[in-house]
């Protein structure tokens, strides 16, 4: 299981980017897939979840509103849009599997099985 994360970049608060997770040798449709963010000097912080069934998602309260997550099965990716980003914002993103459908909605027990590397999100204010 392999996953990459992708479309990180620096920009100004306010604006938006989409991140992208893509999985190699397997099939994301076949996990629930979440993201989480680590900033410098900062504990990790699971941020969204879709899962694997039903494709419900999740938030944490930090990007409710601002983030959506979802799913192209056709071209086995999972996308992260991030709009109104704030410099509170800056980290590094991961996408990852999750345990499993039912811990999507425990964003804070940080339930990921395995991840690949992360892309750099930068917001200036």
């Known amino acids: 299981v392999q996953l990459q994360a992708s479309g990180g970049g620096l920009v100004q608060a306010g604006k938006s980017l989409r991140l992208t997770c893509a999985g190699s040798?397997?099939?994301?449709?076949?996990?629930?897939i979440g993201w989480f963010r680590q900033a410098p000097g900062k504990e990790r912080e699971g941020i969204s979840c879709?899962?694997?069934?039903?494709?419900?998602?999740y938030y944490a309260d930090s990007v409710k509103g601002r983030f959506a997550i979802s799913r192209d099965k056709a071209n086995n990716t999972v996308y992260l849009q991030m709009n109104n980003l704030k410099p509170e914002d800056t980290a590094v993103y991961h996408c990852?599997?999750?345990?499993?459908?039912?811990?999507?909605?425990?964003?804070?027990?940080?339930?990921?099985?395995?991840w690949g590397q992360g892309t750099l999100v930068t917001v200036s204010s």
């Open positions: 990852a599997t999750v345990v499993n459908d039912h811990l999507c909605s425990y964003l804070n027990v940080l339930p990921f099985a395995s």
């Open positions: 040798g397997f099939s994301l449709a076949d996990y629930p």
């Open positions: 879709i899962t694997e069934t039903a494709g419900t998602t």
